[in-house]
């Protein structure tokens, strides 16, 4: 199991956004030099240590905001509160805030121009969703959540925190493998009648 951090930024600008700095803080540093970006944002999906890790390593090389819900603020992570009303911009770029809590209770997705949804631990690829029962975790948020991405348009590409089936997927797959498997659910339940 891979993390996934992410680096999205505007071509024409150079301002950008780095999301999850869970590991590999000096790639992470060398991708921004390399394309002379100037990072606006840090943004957490959540705070599970795999996504944090090299958090500090990061905010102390650059000269950044660090975002992420007020659920997940504690001593251990330094950053702003943000929430579900907050829309960011990194130059002409778009960055819509959702609240996606259930594996953690802050859960937060990053909807990038309306193209790509970067979803932490939430939701996966091929039906994988995150887990509910770590510290603050909670199934039926989590199910809430889910419900409320598979609302967005179908040509979103999902960019999720790890690469259990795959790096990328969109809404229209997502919706497809999550019928599928209540289908399937539905008439195991009846089979056992």
Do not use: W
Not at 19 to 46: C, Q, R, S
Not at 121 to 134: A, H, Q, Y
Request: charged share 30%; net charge negative.
């Amino acid at each position: 199991m891979k993390n996934l951090s992410y680096i999205i930024f505007d071509e024409e600008t150079k301002e950008g956004a780095i999301i999850d700095p869970g590991f590999e803080a000096d790639k992470i540093l060398k991708t921004v030099k390399d394309h002379n970006l100037k990072i606006k944002y840090i943004l957490l999906t959540h705070t599970h240590i795999d996504h944090i890790a090299e958090l500090i390593a990061v905010q102390q090389k650059l000269d950044t905001q660090t975002l992420l819900s007020k659920e997940e603020i504690d001593s251990e992570v330094y950053g702003s509160p943000i929430d579900e009303s907050d829309i960011l911009n990194i130059g002409e770029q778009e960055i819509q805030v959702i609240e996606t809590p259930g594996h953690t209770l802050g859960g937060l997705s990053f909807l990038y121009n309306n193209q790509y949804l970067f979803t932490g631990d939430t939701l996966f690829c091929k039906g994988i969703i995150g887990r509910s029962d770590l510290y603050g975790g909670n199934a039926d948020e989590l199910k809430r959540s889910i419900a409320k991405l598979m609302k967005l348009p179908e040509e979103i590409f999902i960019c999720p925190g790890h690469n259990y089936e795959g790096k990328k997927s969109t809404i229209k797959n997502e919706k497809e493998y999550h019928t599928s498997n209540i289908k399937n659910k539905f008439l195991e339940f009846l089979s056992k009648e």
